[in-house]
């Protein structure tokens, strides 16, 4: 049975650092897409990153391209997301999906 587990969240202050990393279990990365999603308080989740299987491909959200850096390694089944410059804004639940499959996020807290 596919299992994410998300792991590195926790408090950074603004223009700080934190590595994200997503464990999967009982299933093969392959070639699949799978990527990281956020939720922040009173809003919807949406798409951050996502990278694919295939090629490498990555793609980011507007908000976040250029200070976030998402990669795996299929080896290890595991997906990181490098995330620099943080802001106040980026304070959200980070989740690591791949289909219908998603973890139970991790806490992200940007805050002086």
């Known amino acids: 049975q596919l299992q994410l587990v998300e792991s590195g969240g926790g408090l950074a202050q603004p223009g700080g650092s934190l590595r994200l990393s997503c464990a999967v279990s009982?299933?093969?990365?392959?070639?699949?897409?799978i990527g990281w999603f956020r939720q922040a308080p009173g809003k919807e989740r949406e798409g951050v990153s996502c990278i694919s299987g295939y090629d490498g491909t990555t793609h980011y959200a507007d908000s976040v391209n250029g200070r976030f850096t998402i990669s795996r390694e299929n080896a290890r089944k595991r997906i990181y997301l490098q995330m620099n410059s943080l802001k106040p804004e980026d304070t959200a639940v980070y989740y690591c999906?791949?289909?219908?499959?998603w973890g139970q996020g991790t806490q992200v807290t940007v805050s002086s």
């Open positions: 009982g299933f093969s990365l392959g070639y699949y897409v």
């Open positions: 999906n791949l289909g219908n499959s």
